[in-house]
């Protein structure tokens, strides 16, 4: 099955520790995104790549990492900078740009909690 | 920066009723999308409607896109307690090339049995 995938589904972080939200695609796809949803709100862009071994900062960059190092992966690291990293994080890919329809399809989400 | 807005924040009616959703934007688009979550769960495409369309339907989804006045609605006819989710719009600027969307608040529909 095509799709795209996030582990884990849940996660708990001591405040102080970095920690590493996975994100995998079989879709052949050479864009993918990291999103970040707040209780009640809509989603912001933390980072995006649209080719491996490249990414864009989004709109709340500051305290988090990526990497692209293999199309299919595009693992997210919410570091200790972060301050207030407890929020339900969504991964998505598409097509690419510029390839006419750039619809996103999501993973299910990893909902990180600070303790 | 949240391009697109949503109204109404939150919308109940009852099982057979239509929904209308509202999104606003700022900038010039190449095309709009529309969005579903149920809650605790990823985001599904609905639908994607270009800049220089008017309406687009979708099964029971209806799509308007005024650019004129920057402004998108989603309907859903005969509406089923199924289709309770936020609903979202996400606009790609022309000025980000198709490199990424900004998404909008959501309106969270409820639909009552």
């Known amino acids: 099955d095509g799709g795209i995938t996030q582990s884990p589904k849940y996660l708990f972080r001591k405040e102080g520790q970095n920690v590493t939200l996975s994100c995998e695609q079989n879709?052949?796809?050479?864009?993918m995104y990291w999103y970040r949803q707040d209780p009640g709100q809509g989603l912001r862009l933390i980072y995006y790549s649209q080719i491996v071994n490249d990414f864009q900062k989004g709109d709340i960059a500051e305290g988090y990492s990526v990497s692209r190092e293999k199309k299919e992966s595009f693992p997210l690291t919410v570091t200790s900078a972060q301050k207030n990293p407890t929020a339900f994080y969504l991964c998505?890919?598409?097509?690419?740009?510029?390839?006419?329809?750039?619809?996103?399809?999501f993973g299910p989400g990893t909902r990180l909690t600070v303790l | 920066s949240q391009q697109g807005e949503e109204d109404p924040q939150a919308l109940s009616i009852q099982e057979g009723e239509n929904a209308t959703m509202n999104c606003s934007y700022k900038?010039?688009?190449?095309?709009l999308q529309w969005y579903r979550q149920n809650s605790g769960r990823g985001l599904v495409h609905l639908i994607l409607i270009r800049s220089n369309e008017r309406e687009k339907h979708s099964g029971r989804l209806r799509v308007t896109l005024d650019t004129s006045k920057k402004s998108s609605s989603l309907l859903i006819t005969a509406s089923r307690a199924a289709d309770t989710a936020s609903y979202f719009c996400a606009t790609d600027a022309e000025e980000t090339s198709g490199s990424r969307l900004t998404f909008g608040e959501g309106t969270q529909l409820t639909v009552n049995p």
């Open positions: 900038t010039s688009i190449n095309n």
């Open positions: 879709l052949n796809h050479d864009a």
């Open positions: 998505a890919s598409s097509i690419g740009a510029g390839r006419g329809y750039n619809e996103q399809f």
